[in-house]
């Protein structure tokens, strides 16, 4: 478990970490959310023990990460501008990792570099920017680590490149069971792979919550009404949000999915169907219930 | 809260195979080390081989040659070692410049110590194999050519280890240099910082210091702060005098190492975050723009006072220099043009303490000019007349010679004194008006007429360390008593007798002809034994070796000291009965004026005995050296008969006065 407390990190007079707290549990895929300059690189820069934090510890089952080779060994941290040696080709970067990390897998770069379909021979600074983050996560995997924080990975990858290397992610945490850390501001690409999500603003940490807990907790309902006076008892339910478009109603409430369609049940609706609720529409209920203006926070 | 280490074996496992990967990425570095010392040591040495069997005929001949082709190689190795210091300096741990790059490095398993480690051993090993390996195929190839020399191989060895000190030297500052800077040019200029700018503000200060005095100087500064901040300089010069050299070598690489270990330091608290940034820490920012404002000052008031003239105009260049320097200094830290004139209220300070600086110690308020310590307080005095130093300790030679140089002072508060018009000045008003020489120059600028002087450097060494220096010329015409009583307590003094010795050939008769006489006891090569392997490598093309110089002129080299130093200083005869030509014009002078310098007393010899007696004790020699080798309180003109000056005012040698002159 990755165990941080009150991380507190100044840039000159700039606080960019404001006593940030959280726990990320090993094995989960943990999504760390917040507009630009909230704190989400420092946050992983100081928990890959580039940054050393003003106040505070990051803490590795128990083991401070501050210069801890053993503990750095069990990590890869990819920046969202990857590092490559000057002039370096895939190979020679292999090298590079082969030397720093003793658990780095040539099985495994080989495997990913066949699937990946990157020229292994070609210098690097040639690959296009796509292929470059490509092979920051080829290199990343390759080391086979314990904890691996991916810093707006996904961004610059093609949509299908995108798809696969999530597959690539989620099958590496299947197969052995890594805890991955991704910073992005972009909810819709983390819906997907998160299981644990914590959102930063302006250096704080706004909460950091399980998904799976979120989602149970919050149902969506399209339901179609002709009674003229639905809309008044639906207001009787735990409501974060209502949209009626002529007899359709679109509903956001909170609560289990048995309990909210029995009492929409009561009300004797033409039809009634739970959909799924998007991470940006649990995120605009969750902000909004503790007072802050979730459109302002991720701008 | 823990914190724990990997267990030694896999740390160093790991270390050793990082390291070795940084070998292998230095390649290129390791190749162009390779094809530098090697294409310096070992071709050049081959065609030098080659080259000087075609030229001399004998073994000693070569073996010369040799070693003097090592000693050059040894001078030029040191300096293309220290260029490449600076070079792959530059490349070492580049990474601090770039935030995407330092991001890796720092979250890589590696502590920074280790990194720190690494890369700096991986440069050096680049650098260290192919010195090796270039100076062992130098002793192969003279092996080869059956030139094996022991005193050849020596030189090249003691070049190895000068060259790979000097390399540590300059390399370990560049690392250290690195160590607090986020950019390319800020390491490259900080290190230039390190290097130069201890000494250029201890110039600066002494400069200020000694701005309007007449009398203190401040040389024991300045050797010290070339001493101290410029370790590579005085190796160099201990390597080519061949003096203390293992001491300077031991401090050189003491300096070098201090520096690394103090880079290791800051580097193990350095912030990530700063890299891009040309200096780390906002101290060290203001340390580097507040020292470089002080020598800017310094060389802009030097600059409009060398133009303009007055302490007004040094003033307003040290203010326009200052604030040059203030805009190109924030200019560089900020990285940006538009922050040039940051900090406009510090640079307001900085010119109030400097005015302060310069009233308190350039204008002397506080009286240090004309401050000769008592006596009792002084530890020792050391002086320098000529080319030689010696030290008095004795308790009443430095009493003597304080109250003389107090005395001295106190009769001639200023220069002004030597500008009165002595009688002297009607026989020498054609040399006045032609005067060509620089000190002939500086002696008409103070209307003496006699550019016969000696100057001194006294310096006062007190108990408590404190040290007074100062320099004074005596114009014996001119200085009265003062300075007869100040030079006689110097030629009294105990030590100055063991210092000097007899300068008088005990014949004067027996000519030394050369350098190589005085020097080494022996003929050199322009004798008949050695003439014809002369002119064999005068014919190959060989010149400027020690070996064949021969002072101009029948030159006579003279020890200055019983310290086995030799000085190549040159002093002329006026007249040389050894020289058919010279034989021939002394029937030509016509007359000869000799003035006793003190009493201005001038008494004209026309008889040709008196003439021969005068020209073979008369010689002149150049400025400083006066009061060391002649005698300076008599001045001889020599005139042909057209009243044209025979020869450069002279001076007998000492002890070699003729007994007629009053």
């Known amino acids: ?53 003003d106040k505070g510890y990051v803490l590795y089952d128990g083991f401070n990460i501050w210069e801890n080779t053993e503990q750095k060994a069990k990590l890869v941290y990819l920046s969202d501008e990857p590092f490559f040696l000057p002039h370096s080709s895939i190979g020679e970067m292999r090298d590079l990792y082969r030397s720093l990390y003793p658990t780095f897998s040539d099985t495994k770069f080989e495997q990913l570099l066949k699937v990946l379909g990157l020229p292994e021979h070609r210098k690097i600074n040639t690959f296009s920017k796509g292929m470059q983050k490509q092979t920051s996560v080829l290199l990343g995997l390759s080391v086979c680590p314990k904890y691996l924080f991916c810093d707006e990975t996904f961004d610059g990858l ?29 909810l819709r690409e983390l819906e997907d792979v998160c299981d644990h999500i914590a959102l930063l603003h302006k250096g704080t940490l706004l909460f950091q919550r399980e998904l799976d807990d979120m989602k149970l907790n919050i149902q969506k309902i399209q339901a179609v009404f002709t009674d003229e006076c639905a809309e008044e008892k639906l207001r009787t339910l735990p409501l974060l949000n209502l949209e009626r478009r002529g007899s359709m109603y679109t509903i956001v409430a909170r609560g289990t999915r048995d309990e909210l369609e029995n009492e929409l049940q009561k009300m004797h609706p033409q039809f009634c169907e739970c959909i799924p609720l998007t991470l940006e529409e649990i995120f605009i209920s969750e902000m909004e219930e503790n007072g802050y203006d979730f459109h302002d926070i991720l701008a | ?67 003097e082709f090592a000693r050059v190689m040894r001078a030029i190795n040191i300096l293309v070692s220290s260029c490449l210091a600076v070079v792959w300096g530059c490349g070492c741990m580049s990474y601090l410049n770039s935030k995407t790059n330092i991001q890796f490095y720092h979250s890589i398993p590696k502590t920074r110590i280790s990194l720190y480690i690494s890369e700096s051993l991986a440069k050096f090993l680049c650098y260290l194999i192919p010195m090796c390996l270039s100076v062992g195929l130098s002793v192969i190839i003279m092996g080869v050519h059956r030139e094996w020399n022991l005193s050849v191989i020596g030189i090249q060895l003691s070049g190895l280890i000068c060259s790979v000190i000097y390399f540590l030297l300059y390399f370990c500052i560049m690392v250290f240099a690195a160590s607090f800077t986020g950019t390319a040019f800020a390491r490259i200029m900080n290190a230039g910082l390190v290097v130069f700018l201890p000494s250029a503000i201890v110039l600066c200060l002494t400069y200020i210091w000694s701005y309007n005095a007449v009398y203190s100087v401040h040389t024991w500064a300045t050797e010290l702060a070339l001493k101290i901040f410029l370790p590579a300089r005085t190796l160099m010069v201990a390597v080519e005098e061949s003096e203390n050299v293992l001491g300077e070598l031991i401090l050189a690489l003491v300096v070098g190492l201090a520096f690394w270990v103090l880079g290791l330091l800051i580097y193990r608290f350095r912030k990530s975050e700063l890299s891009g940034t040309p200096v780390i820490s906002k101290v060290a920012s203001a340390v ?81 000019d004309g401050y000769v310590p008592h006596a009792a307080g002084i530890k020792y005095i050391t002086v320098t007349t000529g080319d030689t130093t010696f030290r008095m300790e004795d308790r009443e030679d430095i009493e003597n010679l304080s109250d003389a140089v107090r005395e001295y002072i106190k009769a001639n508060p200023t220069r002004e004194s030597y500008r009165s018009v002595s009688a002297i000045e009607i026989i020498e008003k054609e040399r006045i008006e032609s005067v060509t020489h620089e000190t002939d120059e500086m002696v008409y600028s103070y209307k003496s007429v006699s550019n016969s002087f000696c100057y001194m450097n006294i310096r006062f060494v007190t108990r408590l360390g404190f040290i007074y220096e100062k320099s004074i010329t005596i114009y014996p015409a001119y200085t009265g008593e003062e300075g007869a009583k100040l030079l006689t307590a110097l030629a009294d003094a105990e030590e100055f007798a063991d210092a000097y010795f007899d300068l008088v050939p005990s014949d004067v008769n027996v000519r030394i002809t050369s350098v190589n006489h005085i020097r080494n006891d022996q003929m050199d090569v322009w004798n008949e034994k050695g003439y014809p392997e002369r002119l064999r490598a005068m014919r190959a ?93 008599y001045g001889v003109y020599v005139y042909f008969a057209d009243g044209q000056p025979a020869a450069s005012t002279g001076a007998f040698v000492r002890g070699l006065v003729p007994d007629f002159i009053p």
């Open chain 1, 1 to 53: 478990m990755i165990k941080i407390e009150s991380a507190t990190k100044y840039f000159s007079d700039v606080c960019s970490l404001d006593a940030v707290t959280m726990r990320i549990p090993d094995g989960s895929i943990f999504g760390l959310i917040g507009s630009n300059g909230s704190g989400k690189s420092t946050l992983l820069r100081a928990m890959s023990g580039i940054f050393a934090l």
């Open chain 1, 158 to 186: 093609d949509p299908v490149m995108r798809h696969l290397v999530k597959r690539i992610l989620m099958d590496d945490i299947a197969e052995r069971g890594t805890t991955v850390v991704i910073a992005s501001h972009n």
């Open chain 2, 1 to 67: 809260m823990t914190s724990t280490t990997s267990s030694p074996k896999r740390r160093n496992a790991s270390s050793r195979s990082y390291f070795a990967f940084l070998l292998k990425q230095n390649w290129p570095v390791l190749i162009t080390n390779a094809v530098i010392l090697v294409l310096l040591n070992v071709i050049t040495l081959y065609m030098d081989i080659t080259e000087t069997e075609a030229m001399f005929s004998t073994r000693e001949s070569m073996i010369r040659s040799m070693q």
């Open chain 2, 288 to 368: 580097i723009k507040y020292a470089c404002m002080f020598c800017g000052a310094v060389v802009g008031g030097i600059f409009f006072e060398a133009i303009a003239g007055g302490d007004g105009w040094f003033i307003c260049g040290a203010l326009i220099g200052a604030l040059l320097c203030m805009m190109l200094i924030n200019t560089i830290l900020t990285k940006s043009a538009k922050q040039m004139f940051r900090g406009l209220p510090g640079f307001g300070a900085f010119c109030g303490v400097f005015l302060a600086v310069f009233v308190l110690f350039g204008v002397d308020l506080v009286g240090m």
């Open chain 2, 541 to 633: 093309g060989y010149n400027g070796m020690d070996y064949f110089q021969r002072g101009t002129f029948l030159s006579l080299s003279c020890r200055g000291a019983q310290d086995d130093q030799w000085y190549p200083t040159y002093v002329y005869p006026v007249y040389d009965i050894t020289d058919n030509e010279w034989r021939a014009l002394v029937n030509t002078i016509s007359y000869i004026y000799v003035m006793n310098n003190e009493t201005g007393e001038i008494t004209k010899y026309e008889d040709a005995d008196s003439i021969r007696a005068i020209c073979e004790s008369t010689y002149f020699a150049q400025g400083s050296t006066v009061f060391t080798l002649l005698d300076s309180y």
